[in-house]
């Protein structure tokens, strides 16, 4: 059975909840790896989350806007 907009959002703030620690910024060497890294992932996956691996491999390391807010915004219409 499909879950009606309610229960989905309310699913998905569950999640965006669940670790409310920080993220990093990449710092020395390691911010390196966004000259080595497959941008094409963010514009050819089908769906709203991305692939984890590809061939075993970790595909997507997050090195841009590794660390920002989350928030639950209400959209009013002006008609």
């Known amino acids: 059975m499909a879950a009606d907009a309610s229960s989905k959002k309310e699913q998905l703030w569950a999640k965006v909840i669940e670790n409310r620690s920080s993220g990093s910024f990449p710092a020395g060497l390691e911010i390196a ?7 094409d ?5 089908k769906g ?7 061939f ?3 595909t997507r390391t997050k090195y841009i806007h590794s660390v920002g807010t989350v928030g639950k915004v209400k959209f009013v219409s002006n008609g």
Do not use: C, N, R, S
């Not at 790896?33 to 941008?39: D, K, N, S, T």
């Not at 992932?41 to 996956?45: M, R």
């Open 33 to 39: 790896g966004i000259f080595v890294e497959a941008m």
């Open 41 to 45: 992932p963010t514009f050819t996956t």
């Open 48 to 54: 709203d989350q991305m692939p984890t691996e590809l």
């Open 56 to 58: 075993g491999l970790k």
